[in-house]
T-cell receptor, first 115, second 113 residues
Framework: NAGVTQTPKFQVLKTGQSMTLQCAQD?????MSWYRQDPGMGLRLIHY???????DQGEVPNGYNVSRSTTEDFPLRLLSAAPSQTSVYFC??????????????FGSGTRLTVV | GDSVTQMEGPVTLSEEAFLTINCTYT??????LFWYVQYPGEGLQLLLK?????DKGSNKGFEATYRKETTSFHLEKGSVQVSDSAVYFC????????????FGQGTRLTINP
């Protein structure tokens, strides 16, 4: 299994450009989420999804859109890139099973620079 | 809202030294607690977890005990190795296995030979 796959690994954008960060998982996990990692601030939740067709905002959603048309895919769209969105972005998937077992899997990240 | 606070870094130790990275949390109810590790250039990997008070999570020589009375989940290792050099994140989740993790700011650990 590939786990959680993020593309691209690196990206440079100009201010005002739009782009989509891709995230795909092959573990049939119900939940998927996007985080951004900034120095000294840990990881902060941007958006999350509890299943296909259902999304919700996290702690820092402004400037980002998401959709979940399939269980496998959860793309993150930057509508009009700003320098404040320079960060490392991580996608994660997670599950809950009957009996309480659960787990998270993170992708390897996308390093985005907005100039 | 929920929050996690980790000790300030960076932390630099010599090989075979004892490691403690402090983590305290503020949350309602009984969250699950995690330690994640990020090696250079890689994503996050789950190191250990605990789901209820007094649980001890352990993995690769690392341990952490869920202390409800002090709202803490300190990470310890008795003898660190150069290969332990990484960034360590403490995190909590209010709903087991759900989609929302709250992270601390991370602690960069460097182990010198």
């Amino acid at each position: 299994n590939a786990g959680v796959t993020q593309t691209p690994k690196f990206q440079v954008l100009k201010t005002g450009q739009s782009m989509t960060l891709q995230c795909a998982q092959d573990m049939n996990h119900e939940y998927m989420s996007w985080y951004r990692q900034d120095p000294g601030m840990g990881l902060r939740l941007i958006h999350y999804s509890v299943g296909a067709g259902i999304t919700d905002q996290g702690e820092v959603p402004n400037g980002y859109n998401v959709s979940r048309s399939t269980t496998e895919d959860f793309p993150l769209r930057l509508l009009s890139a700003a320098p404040s969105q320079t960060s490392v972005y991580f996608c994660a998937s997670s599950y809950i099973r009957t009996g309480g077992s659960y787990g998270y899997t993170f992708g390897s990240g996308t390093r985005l620079t907005v100039v | 809202g929920d929050s996690v606070t980790q000790m300030e870094g960076p932390v630099t130790l010599s090989e075979e030294a004892f490691l403690t990275i402090n983590c305290t949390y503020t949350a309602t109810g009984y969250p699950s607690l995690f330690w994640y590790v990020q090696y250079p250039g890689e994503g996050l990997q789950l190191l250990l977890k605990a789901t209820k008070a007094d649980d001890k999570g352990s993995n690769k020589g690392f341990e952490a005990t869920y202390r409800k009375e002090t709202t803490s989940f300190h990470l310890e290792k008795g003898s660190v190795q150069v290969s332990d050099s990484a960034v360590y994140f403490c995190a909590l989740s209010q709903i087991q296995g759900a989609q929302k993790l709250v992270f601390g700011q991370g602690t960069r650990l460097t182990i010198n030979p």
